[in-house]
């Protein structure tokens, strides 16, 4: 299957190793409908919009079943498997963040950086 990755998974990011070893496809990015938020600089939080959206730079991975599963067991907590649509119309399966739980807890939003490793490469971490 094809996964988008856009968090800490991205290739030079700390939690890389949590795709075991997927075949990167290539770079990509969303549509311009999501937000994307830092939830506790940890990792990335997006979520679709009807208006004011931006498209967030990824990367696109093949995964197997295996791999698959591995990277879903090791997700942070209230992430959860949706599809999401890349900016040639493409649809592929990706990790939301509950977009109330980002609201309620005022996780920041970091939309402006365009993705992850912008936002950390800009905070001078990986």
């Keep these: 299957m094809l996964f988008f990755i856009c968090g800490s998974a991205l290739r030079g990011?700390?939690?890389?190793?949590?795709?075991?070893?997927?075949?990167?496809?290539?770079?990509?990015?969303?549509?311009?409908i999501y937000r994307l938020h830092s939830v506790e600089d940890q990792h990335p939080?997006?979520?679709e919009?009807?208006?004011?959206g931006v498209a967030i730079k990824g990367e696109l991975y093949e995964?197997?079943?295996e791999q698959h599963a591995h990277l879903i067991a090791t997700e942070p907590p209230n992430l959860y498997e949706a599809a999401i649509e890349l900016d040639d119309g493409t649809h592929v399966?990706?990790?939301?963040?509950?977009?109330?739980?980002?609201?309620?807890?005022?996780?920041?939003?970091?939309?402006?950086?365009?993705?992850?490793?912008?936002?950390?490469a800009a905070r001078g971490a990986n």
Excluded: C
Excluded at 49 to 52: A, D, E, K, L, T
Excluded at 93 to 105: F, G, Q, T, V
């Design 13 to 32: 990011q700390p939690d890389h190793g949590n795709l075991s070893g997927a075949a990167f496809v290539r770079e990509a990015q969303t549509k311009p």
């Design 45 to 47: 939080g997006i979520y």
């Design 49 to 52: 919009v009807p208006s004011g």
């Design 63 to 65: 995964l197997s079943d």
């Design 93 to 120: 399966s990706a990790m939301i963040y509950p977009r109330d739980l980002i609201e309620a807890r005022g996780y920041a939003d970091i939309s402006h950086y365009g993705g992850w490793a912008a936002f950390k």
